[in-house]
């Protein structure tokens, strides 16, 4: 992440933080005020944009637990494809036994 995001990352939690709107303005505004001057003003109106609309401290509260929700299916799943799997597994080597049986190789 480059010093530009960063600065602009800090500058929108502080807005949200003091329940103000995100805007460009206030972005350049604190990164003057913090006397940060290697960003351009196209990042505060990325940020500004990106975070147009929605709830900072709800998407800050909320990055836990959707990972969460979203691991438990996949683990319940997994847990019940591997049995197939094995299954599958066990005919192929059926197969192949069955090929050798009948006199039939690779090298033959």
Request: aromatic residues 4%; glycine residues 8%; contains cysteine.
């Amino acid at each position: 992440m480059s010093t530009a995001e960063l600065a602009c990352s800090y500058a929108a939690l502080i807005l949200a933080d003091d329940g103000l709107e995100i805007s460009a303005d206030k972005i350049q505004t604190i990164l003057g005020a913090a006397k940060v001057q290697e960003v351009e003003p196209i990042w505060a109106t990325i940020f500004a944009k990106a975070l147009e609309g929605k709830d900072v401290k709800e998407l800050l509260t909320n990055v836990g637990s959707a990972g969460a929700a979203s691991a438990a299916p996949a683990a319940a799943t997994g847990g019940a494809a591997a049995p197939a799997e094995e299954k599958k597994e066990e005919k192929e080597e059926d197969k192949e036994e069955s090929d050798e049986d009948m006199g039939f190789g690779l090298f033959d």
